[in-house]
Nanobody, 119 residues
Framework: QVPLVESGGGLVQAGDSLRLSCAASGRTLSVYDMGWFRQAPGKERELVAVDNWSGGTPRYADSVKGRFTISRDNAKKTVYLQMNSLKPEDTALYYC????????????WGHGTQVTVSS
């Protein structure tokens, strides 16, 4: 398990941008897949983006492709989610999660940061 703390959420207007950050403490992130998830009221949690520990092309939900970008700085133990062209339907609580290489599930989660997009 690795402690994760998200930040950067807020209230923005449609079309605006936000950058979320996820800071880890303790362990290096270089052996973890890092993911961003979100959950809107009344809806199930969904995967937004995943960055693999070994590199390669990140995966994105179809709903955010071309608008969101996940990145990491292993030296700073921080993962980012750059969100551009935000839409009201992006409104949700955004979570950062870590999955140790070789594991099947994300075992470490942050408490989330709220993103609200007004129309």
């Amino acid at each position: 398990q690795v402690p994760l703390v998200e930040s950067g959420g807020g209230l923005v207007q449609a079309g605006d941008s936000l950058r979320l950050s996820c800071a880890a403490s303790g362990r290096t992130l270089s052996v973890y897949d890092m993911g961003w998830f979100r959950q809107a009221p009344g809806k199930e949690r969904e995967l937004v983006a995943v960055d693999n520990w070994s590199g390669g092309t990140p995966r994105y939900a179809d709903s955010v492709k071309g608008r969101f970008t996940i990145s990491r700085d292993n030296a700073k133990k921080t993962v980012y989610l750059q969100m551009n062209s935000l839409k009201p339907e992006d409104t949700a609580l955004y979570y950062c999660a870590a999955r140790l290489r070789g594991s099947q599930t994300f075992g470490s989660w942050g408490h989330g940061t709220q993103v609200t997009v007004s129309s």
